[in-house]
């Protein structure tokens, strides 16, 4: 079993930038995916982007198409996010699959803690 840690939460204005850092330790070989999910108070949690570590391929929600960019470097996964909104206010959190898993936060086989990301007009 694997344990991931984000980092690189914080406070912004609108329209800036943060770059959120998902580092994977443990038995990750079989890690097929990494997803980057938030939830905000009162909100269900939703995936935001995902990336297949193997192929690098990714996949963005449309709410942050555009805006947000995941890549993958080592044993890391970063989360770009840039023209933040206040809407994209939430505790974000890293997750890994073994199997190619999407944007709904089921088939994820373990979570990081989270990170908070508090965007203010």
């Known amino acids: 079993q694997g344990q991931l840690m984000e980092s690189g939460g914080g406070s912004v204005q609108a329209g800036g930038s943060l770059r959120l850092s998902c580092a994977a330790s443990?038995?990750?070989?079989?890690?097929?995916?990494v997803g980057w999910f938030r939830q905000a108070p009162g909100r269900e949690r939703e995936g935001v982007a995902r990336?297949?570590?193997?192929?690098?391929t990714t996949s963005y929600a449309g709410s942050v198409k555009g805006r947000f960019t995941i890549s993958q470097a080592k044993n890391t996964v970063y989360l770009q996010m840039d023209t933040l909104k206040p809407e994209d206010t939430a505790t974000y959190y890293c997750?890994?699959?073994?199997?190619?898993?999407?944007?709904?936060?089921?088939?994820?086989?373990?979570w990081g803690q989270g990170t908070q990301v508090i965007v203010s007009d």
């Open positions: 443990g038995n990750t070989g079989n890690i097929n995916a």
């Open positions: 997750a890994a699959s073994n199997v190619y898993a999407d944007l709904q936060p089921v088939n994820w086989d373990y």
């Open positions: 990336i297949y570590t193997r192929t690098d």
